[in-house]
Nanobody
Framework: QEQLVESGGGLVQPGGSLRLSCQASGFIVSTYATSWYRQAPGKSRELLGHITSTGDTKIFADSVKGRFTISRDNGRNTVFLQMNSLKSEDTAVYYC?????????WGQGTQVTVSS
C-alpha cells in the first residue's frame, strides 16, 4: 500500500530547529516530485517548496526562504524538511505530498509548535 508518513514534529522554542521526515512506502519517492506544505489554524494550506525527481530543490514561500531546506535520502526513501531559526508564526501542521503524472499521495501531517 502506497503511503507517506511524516514525523519529527513537536514543540520547539523560538530560534530552534527541527527536521521533519516524510517516509514513503509502496513506491519510490525519488521518482516523484515531493512538496512540503503547512497549514496554520484558520489559514489555508501553504506550499513551502519541493524537490523534483532529479533532485532539484526550490523554496517558494518567502516567509521561510533562507531558513528551511528540502533534501532527500534515496536509500531511506525519505524526504526531509530542515527548519532553522523557527518563529512562532511557523506553528502549523506540516504535510508532504508526492506527485507523478496522475498519482498523488499525501501524508497525515505532523504538528509543529514554536513557543517559549
Amino acid at each position: 500500500q502506497e503511503q507517506l508518513v511524516e514525523s519529527g514534529g513537536g514543540l520547539v522554542q523560538p530560534g530552534g530547529s527541527l527536521r521533519l521526515s516524510c517516509q514513503a512506502s509502496g513506491f519510490i519517492v525519488s521518482t516523484y516530485a515531493t512538496s512540503w506544505y503547512r497549514q496554520a489554524p484558520g489559514k489555508s494550506r501553504e506550499l513551502l517548496g519541493h524537490i523534483t525527481s532529479t533532485g532539484d530543490t526550490k523554496i517558494f514561500a518567502d516567509s521561510v526562504k533562507g531558513r528551511f531546506t528540502i533534501s532527500r535520502d534515496n536509500g531511506r526513501n525519505t524526504v526531509f524538511l530542515q527548519m532553522n531559526s523557527l518563529k512562532s508564526e511557523d506553528t502549523a501542521v506540516y504535510y508532504c505530498n508526492a506527485r507523478k503524472a496522475i498519482s498523488e499521495y499525501w501524508g497525515q501531517g505532523t504538528q509543529v509548535t514554536v513557543s517559549s
